[in-house]
């Protein structure tokens, strides 16, 4: 079983829907948790971070955690063209060293 | 702030040749990472250093692999010699604030 999991995709939503990317972990010690996104032959652009049980809101995105079942997911409301791209799910395991596992990634294309 | 710099920005070279990259960290970031990706296997760590020492080198593929941090703003990795499968993007990424930055990334092709 991997580490970090996503759904490669690609996830398609329609201009203005809500995109929902979900990613489950297996080292139940984790603590801290990030979305990146990375556009085409970019590099990992840091867009969220969840550390506790709940919602975290930040403009049009959300993170939620749920650490008894194990999954971190990311909301995008009112999404937009420019939200198309790959959306990786970091997990910082329990020795909380900075040494974040990565999934594989979800590819997101927002469709005018 | 320039953010993480690396260079060279791709480098193409042939089989068995030795391969440097370089890499600049945030300043005051006091922990510097080396990443590879490929379409195939993802982001994976190769090593990190936490204040210029090396604090897990496991994702290190193999000896040809070598990374080295002098001092708290420069770090290298090097390959020697290069294989066709080194090929890929590697990044370098620093911590601090809220989070990891990454680098732009250097390309590597090994023909």
């Known amino acids: 079983q991997k580490e970090v999991e996503q759904n490669s995709g690609p996830l398609s939503v329609p201009e203005g829907a809500i995109a929902s990317l979900n990613c489950t972990y297996s080292d139940r010690g984790s603590q801290s948790f990030f979305w990146y996104r990375q556009y085409s032959g970019k590099s990992p652009e840091l867009i969220m971070f969840i550390y506790s049980n709940g919602d975290k809101e930040d403009g049009r995105f959300t993170a939620q955690l749920n650490k008894a079942s194990q999954y971190v997911s990311l909301l995008i409301r009112d999404s937009q063209p420019s939200d198309s791209a790959t959306y990786l799910c970091?997990?910082?395991?329990?020795?909380?060293?900075?040494?974040?596992?990565f999934g594989q990634g979800t590819t997101l294309q927002v469709k005018p | 702030d320039a953010g993480v710099i690396q260079s060279p920005r791709h480098e193409v070279t042939e089989m068995g040749q030795e391969v440097t990259l370089r890499c600049k960290p945030i300043s005051g970031h006091n922990s510097l990472f080396w990443y590879r990706q490929t379409m195939m296997r993802g982001l994976e760590l190769l090593i990190y250093f936490n204040n210029n020492v090396p604090i897990d080198d496991s994702g290190m593929p193999e000896d040809r692999f070598s990374a080295k941090m002098p001092n708290a703003s420069f770090s290298t990795l090097k390959i020697q010699p290069s294989e066709p499968r080194d090929s890929a993007v590697y990044f370098c990424?620093?911590?601090?604030?809220?989070?990891?930055?990454f680098g732009p990334g250097t390309r590597l092709t090994v023909l």
């Open positions: 990424a620093s911590i601090g604030g809220r989070g990891k930055y």
């Open positions: 970091a997990v910082n395991p329990t020795s909380n060293t900075g040494k974040l596992i």
